[in-house]
């Protein structure tokens, strides 16, 4: 799933849970993050897939913050673990 329409179809009482448990705010996340103005360092960027609950990736993520290929994005993801 893409990591905006993982945000969009979340209720507010979802986007309050997640947004704690990967370690931020609902406002930054639909403020900042939602809209790509910035770019999530990676220990949220991993925060962010891992409390998604399977439902978006370290990929995901990466993707919607302009890393087009799946190629480019795997050799984000390697260098950066």
Known sequence: ?????????????ELEAYAIRAGTTPGYLMTH??????????KLRKALAAESNGQVSEMDVLEHFGFASASETNQVVQATT
């Open 1 to 13: 799933m893409k990591f905006r329409d993982f945000l969009i179809q979340l209720s507010p009482e």
């Open 33 to 42: 993050l939602l809209y790509g103005y910035k770019e999530p360092r990676k």
